[in-house]
């Protein structure tokens, strides 16, 4: 149920197209990023295995109607929970012995980085502190 006031829609569902690209699998942590005009993006985590994993964006007009659906990292392992940088980047953490971090262009025009200096681990989410530079991990 919603509170009061609320209503909800339903945008994606795993298998089924969403303009033009089938909905990811096991979606996990998720992001909103606004746009210069008006619109939003959605980012969500894809939490497969084996190498099936990664992250995904939906673009919206300024109207709520999605206009884009595509991959912004791919390849990678059990994408649990992630986080949205103050620099308007997805992180996304690999909840995986020997994950890593990784940051993710929200327009899926920038390759992905793999952030090596965060080290390894069976990640979950991340917080950035713009006052000390700091990324916290779970």
């Known amino acids: 149920r919603l509170s009061e006031g609320l209503t909800a829609r339903l945008l994606g569902q795993t298998g089924k197209p969403l303009c033009g690209l089938e909905y990811h699998s096991r979606p996990d ?22 190498g099936a994993g990664g992250a995904y964006a939906i673009r919206f007009s300024s109207d709520g109607t999605p206009v884009n659906h595509y991959p912004i990292l791919t390849g990678t392992t059990r994408n649990c929970g992630g986080g949205a940088t103050p620099w308007g980047t997805w992180m996304s953490g690999e909840e995986a012995d020997g994950g890593y971090f990784w940051e993710a262009d929200i327009y899926g025009k920038e390759s992905p980085r793999k952030l090596t200096k965060l080290g390894t681990g069976s990640f979950e989410s991340a917080a950035c502190d713009t006052r000390s530079n700091a990324v916290y991990l779970t």
């Open 29 to 50: 942590g998720a992001g909103i990023f606004s746009t210069t005009d008006g619109g939003w993006i959605y980012t969500s985590n894809s939490e497969v295995g084996s």
